[in-house]
């Protein structure tokens, strides 16, 4: 039987569908995040509530009652009210969750909070499935044939075919994005090594796999064996690893984008299976903003935006980060540092995940503050992937408050280095590395670069000559003639620049 819609339901979700709009839109500038974030709270307290309080209970017609008895006086609908008290108490245990993690979580584990978000969104979108194959009935699936074998004890119900093609999509998707998002979260959290680990015949594999799964979900249709539906869940979890485990570390920020992609479309394709248009628009609205984010820093990589979705893009041989040659280079001392900055006309300071570790954004903004008051004209340049995730620098130095107008682009600083006095690079080395414009080897080969070896110094700090970026590769911009290292802490080394500066 077909679902009556109430129109006021169909205009909340309408309402709830364009504060998801409005927030997509806000989250684009850092200026506008914090609105932005208000309207997709207010969208989804108004999408729950909908649900909540305008909820059709489960209505089920005996179908094989009216051919038996020859009219449907005994084919009443049966109603199933959820359990409202079960479902207020998982949102209130999820918002504790939610709100103890969000408190506690610093802002450099951020990208692996994104990604366990991730997964579990993938999980939901497995489990609702599941729970649709075990009790169709229940969600309103049913052919006309399954409503009357409904009744037969010796007959299943009949998934009614559309929805079996919604069941395998959602839950291959869901799959894929549980198991790729939990490879992810342990390459950003450091229990995997941020190389790319290469499985022999790895491309083979996944094609072949996936040809497996397109092909059992069509198989699906014409037969809803539980051997067919539990295939198609055990391989989507098992593509889902094969996909990640390739990509190297720099390549993290595109497939934290990507598996928001895959969890928006996991959620679509289970809002139809629920029969909930928010779900629908919602998972539409993630999944297309994650593809068009995905394709933009794929250009920003100058990666191709097919291969991130095959997997294993940017999985090249690793030469770096092993035996290192000895080269010779310049250390300097904070007091240094604050003597040309002091002596300069313009800075561009370029932030990257280093800063993120050691919280040095507030003192940071101290020494830009100072700078300013000399004269020193000081910007920002951001790489799209610099940190763990889109937009990881931008957030926080918005957190400082850094105004917005000082904070550039790649492509919109890129050419002014080679007329700037110093590149002071707080923690950012891939993003920095010539080595993605002339070495063919390298990991990172092709991918944008911020020029900072073009300013007439560079001030470098790094913890530690040892180290090298997450994509495993050494700096050359480390051994150059215009670079002094400074040494140590992010936080604390910008600290003693701020006090020599006073």
């Known amino acids: 039987m077909a679902h009556a819609v109430n129109p006021w339901v169909a205009l909340a979700y309408l309402v709830a569908g364009v504060c998801f709009i409005l927030a997509l839109r806000g989250l684009s500038s850092p200026a506008t995040s914090v609105r932005g974030n208000r309207y997709g709270m207010a969208g989804m307290a108004i ?29 009443a609908f049966v109603i199933d009210w959820i359990n409202v008290g079960e479902i207020v108490a998982a949102i209130a245990v999820g918002a504790v969750i939610g709100l103890v993690t969000a408190r506690r979580i610093a802002m450099t584990a951020m990208p692996q909070l994104v990604a366990a978000f991730h997964s579990l969104v993938g999980l939901a979108a497995v489990l609702v499935g599941v729970a649709a194959y075990l009790n169709p009935e229940a969600f309103g699936i049913l052919s006309s044939v399954g409503k009357m074998s409904a009744f037969a004890a010796s007959a299943a119900p009949e998934i009614n075919p559309v929805s079996r093609i919604e069941l395998g999509l959602g839950v291959a998707i869901g799959a894929i994005t549980f198991s790729g998002s939990v490879i992810a979260f342990l390459k950003l959290n450091g229990n995997m090594g941020g190389k790319p680990i290469l499985l022999p015949g790895r491309h083979v594999i996944n094609l072949a796999t996936l040809a497996a799964i397109l092909g059992l979900i069509g198989w699906f249709t014409q037969d809803q064996s539980a051997w067919v539906f539990w295939t198609i869940v055990i391989l989507s979890f098992a593509i889902g690893f094969l996909l990640i485990v390739p990509i190297g570390g720099a390549d993290m920020p595109v497939v934290v984008s990507m598996l928001n992609s895959y969890s928006g479309w996991a959620a679509a394709a289970m809002g139809f299976t629920l029969h909930n248009t928010a779900m629908i628009i919602t998972g539409a609205l993630v999944g297309s903003s994650g593809a068009i984010l995905s394709y933009i820093m794929c250009r920003a990589m100058n990666r191709s935006f097919i291969s991130v979705i095959a997997g294993g893009f940017g999985a090249v041989a690793d030469t770096g980060g092993e035996a290192k040659e000895q080269r010779p280079w310049k250390r300097g001392s904070a007091e240094d540092a604050a003597f040309l900055l002091g002596q300069a ?4 300071i370029v932030p990257g995940y280093g800063m993120a570790v050691s919280q040095a954004q507030h003192i940071l903004r101290e020494m830009t503050d100072t700078l300013k008051k000399a004269g020193v004209r000081v910007k920002y340049a951001i790489h799209p992937v610099a940190g763990r995730m889109p937009g990881h620098m931008n957030v926080l130095l918005a957190e400082a408050n850094v105004p917005y107008e000082d904070v550039f682009e790649l492509e919109d600083i890129n050419a002014e280095f080679a007329q700037t006095d110093i590149a002071f690079v707080i923690g950012a080395n891939d993003v ?59 936080k604390k080394m910008t600290e003693e620049i701020v006090k020599a500066l006073a």
């Open 47 to 75: 999408a729950v509530g909908t649900t909540l309080l305008t909820h059709v209970p489960g209505e089920r017609l005996r179908m094989a009652v009216c051919p038996i008895y020859g009219d449907c006086a005994h084919g």
């Open 432 to 490: 920095t590395n010539p080595a993605a414009k002339t070495d063919k080897t390298s990991p990172i080969y092709g991918m944008p670069v911020l020029d900072v070896e073009r300013a007439k110094t560079v001030l470098f700090i790094k913890r530690s000559m040892g180290g090298v970026g997450y994509a495993g590769v050494d700096n050359d911009v480390f051994y150059m003639d215009n670079t002094m290292m400074l040494l140590g802490d992010a």
């Open 345 to 348: 006309e313009q800075v561009i």
